[in-house]
């Protein structure tokens, strides 16, 4: 069975910073692309960012691009995401998906709340 959790969410003040997790277990992780997303409210899904299977690729939404960084230790099945400079418009839940490709996923886990007061 596979499982994914997410960690790291918090409440933070615009401009602080914020490191999210994610472990899985029940899947081959190195076989696998990573995917962040997140739902802000009153929002649709949307992809945040990606990192490829061997940490080669990584892609990110316009709007976090240069403040938000994927990373991955496939040696302890985890996968990352540092943010800076976060703004209240990423307040929202963040997901961890996982799947063959960029930007899509078989599993996701339960989800981190990123908080931001301005």
């Known amino acids: 069975q596979v499982q994914m959790v997410e960690s790291g969410g918090g409440f933070v003040q615009a401009g602080e910073s914020l490191t999210l997790s994610c472990t899985t277990s029940g899947l081959e992780f190195e076989n696998y692309a990573m995917t962040w997303f997140r739902r802000r409210p009153e929002k649709e899904r949307e992809g945040v960012s990606c990192i490829t299977w061997n940490g080669q690729e990584s892609q990110y939404l316009d709007s976090v691009q240069g403040r938000f960084t994927v990373s991955r230790d496939n040696g302890k099945n985890m996968w990352y995401l540092q943010m800076d400079s976060l703004n209240p418009e990423d307040a929202a839940m963040y997901y961890c998906?996982?799947?063959?490709?960029?930007?899509?996923?078989?599993?996701w886990g339960q989800g981190t709340r990123v908080t931001v007061s301005a």
């Open positions: 998906g996982a799947g063959p490709l960029c930007d899509e996923w078989n599993y």
